[in-house]
Structure formats: C-alpha cells, structure tokens
C-alpha cells in the first residue's frame, strides 16, 4: 500500500530549540496534514496543506507542502515542555480520496 | 460538543472471546474511519465507511467486522480475538470540504490487550 517515510523517528532536543521533521512519499499527495499525539489520547490535527508549494502556520508550527507533491516539513520554533508528544505526517492520494496515510511519527522528547 | 466518543477506553479480552468497540460522532460527519496503532508505529486502516449502510476494507481488516447502520455509530466488532490484536484502537470521523476530504477528528482510543 502506500507509504509515508517520516524522518527522524525521535529527536531529543534542549528547550528553546528549534525542530524539524519531514515526510516523502513515492505517490503525489493532494493534501498533507500534521498531527500531534500526546500520552493516552489521540492525534489532534495541527495543520492542514492543500496546494503545492503552500506554507501554514500555526502559533510557533509551520509546514509546507512540497512543489512536487511527494513531501512536506513541520518545524517548531522556541520548543517548550508541551511539545512532548508523536507528530505524525499524514496524506491523501490523488486517487481514492477518502482514506488517510499515515507516517511512522516521530517522538519529540525536550530536556528543560 | 463531544466529538468522537469511543468506549470502553481498557479492555482485556480472552483469546477466542469476542467484544465490540463502540465509537459515536455528534458532528454529523459522513466519513467515519477505525484505526489500530501498534506501539511505537504509526496508524493502520482497519475498516472505513462512507456514509450510513457503506463499509469498505482498510489495510488490515482481517479479524474485524464493522458496521454502519446510522451516521453518529460505526462499531467495530471482534469475533475470535487473537494475541496479534493487541493493540490501540482508535475511531475517527471526518467532512468533505470544497477542496476535499477535511482532517479527521480522533477519539481518544481503546487499549485492548488479548492474553
């Protein structure tokens, strides 16, 4: 089926330190969204792309959309103790549009 | 609002023993989904739905049956649990927007272990 590489798989970082993470894909995507999961609940949506080359932001989160469709980034600026938690990358593919994708996540653990 | 409501939150089940997962929507939502996560991976499609009296497979449906007989209730049923089912399950339900499918909207999950 299809697959989502989401890269790194865990980061450990100081607080105040920027982050950065990434998803790319074999299949083109039409849309990308991130997700966060904290301990014992499930993922809440952070942001959500639509269009190619589109860059959102969300407080201190900002993605974008790759040009090609295959790929999309998530970074954090400033991290704080509640960025604890597993972001996910997920997408739809052009065809068969109803069913997300999801990435390996990745596990975001900040040292105060 | 309650949003996607899923019970029971903890389940231990048997093997060979059979239950049901409840999930409920109050956003009149027509996509409902049911994923499982294995620790430390990501989310697998088991079933999903369309809309009420529509069910399809996901990635991995096997052991499972869903149904969908009205737009707020998509339960997901197992018949013969097996240790291999052990996992976290969680439902989630979403809208089409102009520019497509909006993002799911998650319940908070039901850790089910099989012994």
């Known amino acids: 089926g299809q697959q989502l590489n989401q890269s790194p798989q865990s980061m450990f970082i100081q607080e105040g330190e920027d982050v950065s993470m990434n998803c790319t894909s074999s299949s083109i995507f039409n849309t990308w969204l991130w997700y966060k999961q904290e301990p014992g609940e499930g993922p809440v949506l952070l942001i959500a792309?639509?269009?190619?080359?589109e860059l959102t932001s969300n407080g201190r989160l900002t993605a974008q959309f790759g040009i090609t469709r295959k790929d999309s980034f998530l970074n954090i600026s400033a991290s704080i103790p509640s960025d604890v938690g597993i972001y996910f990358c997920?997408?739809?593919?052009?065809?068969?549009?109803?069913?997300?994708?999801f990435g390996q996540g990745t596990r975001l653990t900040i040292n105060p | 609002n309650a949003g996607v409501t899923q019970t029971p939150k903890f389940r231990i089940l048997k093997i060979g023993q059979s239950m049901t997962l409840q999930c409920t929507q109050d956003m009149n939502h027509n996509y409902m989904y049911w994923y499982r996560q294995d620790p430390g991976m990501g989310l697998k499609l088991i079933y999903y739905s369309v809309g009420a009296g529509i069910t399809d497979k996901g990635e991995v449906p096997n052991g499972y049956n869903v149904s969908r007989s009205t737009t707020e209730d998509f339960p997901l049923r197992l018949e013969l649990a097996a240790p291999s089912q052990t996992s976290v399950y969680f439902c989630a339900s979403s809208y089409s927007t102009g520019q497509g499918i909006g993002g799911y909207t998650f319940g908070s999950g039901t850790r089910l272990t099989v012994v």
């Open positions: 792309l639509y269009k190619a080359g």
């Open positions: 997920a997408g739809y593919i052009i065809q068969g549009a109803q069913k997300l994708v």
